[in-house]
């Protein structure tokens, strides 16, 4: 059964500090990995997708790399803002016909003025 | 705007009272999925619908059901509201194995 971890549970920076946030996950036959942010009390919003053929992927200043064969994904966040904050979460699709996602449990990212 | 969309975005249910969470999408994609999200935690996949099919997760409590009328719209339905179901519901659509769309979430308060 795939299982999703992330560490750390929670993460305080000061603005401008580069940042980096994990993601591990025990059964290494996913399709795909996609790193989502949620802001208190919303929903999802789709950050980055990698699929199982990548080994990273860029938006901005967001950076997210997998090894799949190690079962880790990280996102990179560079010079980190206030508007960072918010939590980080990281899911995994495995095989099969349908987008199902396992999560992990989130980093909640407190960026500091 | 194609979209999830789902209603409302706060609900407050009576400990024991029925009640039901909506979602619609314009997207017309075939499978609609339902997890639940409890504060601090990961969100849990509840059951999807492929199509027609309905597909249980094997841990989803029987207190929890699901409707699809049509393409469209999926509702999610909780018989008997307890205080450990207040969560924020999450529905998502896909084509097949696509990455999911996600709606807003309904956060749900039983009293």
């Known amino acids: 059964k795939q299982e999703v971890t992330q560490i750390p549970a929670a ?8 940042l980096v946030l994990n993601c591990s996950f025990t059964d290494s036959a996913i399709y795909n990995l996609q790193w989502f942010r949620q802001d208190p009390g919303k929903g999802l919003t789709s950050l980055l997708l990698i699929q199982s053929s990548q080994r990273e992927q860029t938006s901005g200043r ?12 990280t996102l990179y966040i560079a010079a980190s803002q206030p508007g960072d904050s ?11 016909n349908t987008g199902k996602l396992i999560f992990g449990q989130g980093t909640t990212l407190q960026v500091k003025p | ?3 999830v969309i789902q ?30 999200q409890k504060s601090s935690q ?10 027609k099919d309905f597909n249980n997760e094997a841990d989803t409590p029987d207190n929890f059901q699901s409707r699809r009328p049509n393409t469209s719209f999926c509702f999610l339905d ?4 307890g205080l450990g179901d207040a969560a924020m519901y999450l529905c998502a659509t896909s084509r097949d194995s696509s990455p999911p769309t996600f709606g807003s979430g309904t956060r749900l308060t039983v009293v």
Not at chain 2, 31 to 36: D, T
Not at chain 2, 46 to 51: G, M
């Open chain 1, 11 to 18: 993460l305080s920076v000061p603005e401008g500090e580069n």
């Open chain 1, 62 to 73: 967001l950076n997210a790399s997998l090894d799949k064969s190690s079962g880790r994904s």
């Open chain 1, 86 to 96: 918010a939590t980080y979460l990281c899911a995994v699709h495995g095989s099969g």
């Open chain 2, 1 to 3: 705007d194609a979209m």
């Open chain 2, 7 to 36: 209603n409302p975005r706060y609900q407050v249910t009576q400990f024991g009272k029925p009640v039901t969470l909506s979602c619609s999408q314009t997207l017309n994609h075939n499978v609609m999925y339902w997890y639940q």
């Open chain 2, 42 to 51: 990961a969100p849990k996949l509840l059951f999807h619908y492929y199509d």
């Open chain 2, 78 to 81: 909780i018989r008997s509201p």
